[in-house]
């Protein structure tokens, strides 16, 4: 994500993580990464679960999904998957991000 970002800007998006520790985990990683993205602390995952975001214990945390959302907030395309192999390349969410009716997309 980090290596795309700025394909992402220049089509006037955000990039924003969903992470399942604690803030200060969060805070110590992305500041030892440098990266340029804001991230959100979500290890209740609350705001995962608003989203469908499936969390499976026995595979030690939440399920990978890229999931985009316009400036209106409403969801455009959502991708869920099972590993991060799952995860759509940025050429998928681009296209989504330019389409204004952009289809709900699903890999498992």
Not at 38 to 61: N, T, Y
Not at 66 to 71: F, M, N, R, T, W
Request: hydrophobic share 45%.
């Amino acid at each position: 994500m980090r290596r795309d970002y700025e394909q992402f800007r220049k089509v006037g998006a955000e990039v924003v993580v969903i992470a399942p520790d604690g803030p200060r985990s969060v805070r110590s990683y992305w500041e030892r990464q440098q990266l340029p993205f804001p991230v959100i602390s979500d290890p209740e995952h609350r705001l995962a679960a608003r989203f469908g975001q499936e969390v499976k214990l026995m595979k030690l945390g939440r399920m990978p999904a890229v999931i985009v959302i316009d400036a209106e907030g409403v969801i455009r395309a959502a991708w869920y998957g099972e590993s991060m192999r799952d995860i759509p390349d940025t050429a998928a969410v681009l296209a989504a991000l330019q389409s204004p009716r952009a289809a709900e997309g699903t890999s498992a």
